[in-house]
T-cell receptor, first 111, second 111 residues
Framework: TQLLEQSPQFLSIQEGENLTVYCNSSSVFSSLQWYRQEPGEGPVLLVTVVTGGEVKKLKRLTFQFGDARKDSSLHITAAQTGDTGLYLCAGAGGATNKLIFGTGTLLAVQP | EAGVVQSPRYKIIEKKQPVAFWCNPISGHNTLYWYRQNLGQGPELLIRYENEEAVDDSQLPKDRFSAERLKGVDSTLKIQPAELGDSAVYLC?????????FGNGTRLTVT
């Protein structure tokens, strides 16, 4: 069974601070996605990474896929209150390319 | 394009009662997913459809859960009878390839 562990589980920071969320597994994934979910809504895709070592930037968000394609990180620079939400990684792999979601990181950015 | 539509948004029922959730995917999306999400955690796949065929229902508790996707468009997920542990948000998602597009979910509370 493929498992994706995210850390930290909860994070509360002040506006303007930087943070990093980690997504780790013992399994290799063909691709990895990051989603953000706001209360009362479904997850929304932020980015997909497919190549080991790949780095993608989306404004203040930087996503990295590990060289071995087993882990990923999300770094947010100068967090804003609008970044508040549940961040989910999701890895695709195996014979059916099934998408497995991580355990989630709940981020609260205080003004 | 119109997003994935789910109804109802909220449902409160007593244990042992039946309940049904409805999902209308994005037009043209052949793949439809039902996920269950507990508070602050990642979604867990219940069932995946390719058109009208259930291609992955390995995580669906078949003693009380059932799903159908007649004509390969709309889908319903049913629980009968509901248990206290079924309280969660039930998310529907659709895709034509990747990524997944989620609805806003149905929050089920079983009392």
């Amino acid at each position: 069974t493929q498992l994706l562990e995210q850390s930290p589980q909860f994070l509360s920071i002040q506006e303007g601070e930087n943070l990093t969320v980690y997504c780790n597994s013992s399994s290799v994934f063909s691709s990895l996605q990051w989603y953000r979910q706001e209360p009362g809504e479904g997850p929304v895709l932020l980015v997909t990474v497919v190549t080991g070592g790949e780095v993608k930037k989306l404004k203040r968000l930087t996503f990295q896929f590990g060289d071995a394609r087993k882990d990923s990180s999300l770094h947010i620079t100068a967090a804003q209150t609008g970044d508040t939400g549940l961040y989910l990684c999701a890895g695709a792999g195996g014979a059916t390319n099934k998408l497995i979601f991580g355990t989630g990181t709940l981020l609260a950015v205080q003004p | 394009e119109a997003g994935v539509v789910q109804s109802p948004r909220y449902k409160i029922i007593e244990k042992k009662q039946p309940v049904a959730f409805w999902c209308n995917p994005i037009s043209g999306h052949n793949t439809l997913y039902w996920y269950r999400q507990n508070l602050g955690q990642g979604p867990e796949l219940l069932i995946r459809y390719e058109n009208e065929e259930a291609v992955d229902d390995s995580q669906l508790p078949k003693d009380r859960f059932s799903a159908e996707r007649l004509k390969g468009v709309d889908s319903t997920l049913k629980i009968q009878p509901a248990e206290l542990g079924d309280s969660a948000v039930y998310l529907c998602a659709s895709s034509s390839d990747s990524p997944l597009h989620f609805g806003n979910g149905t929050r089920l509370t079983v009392t």
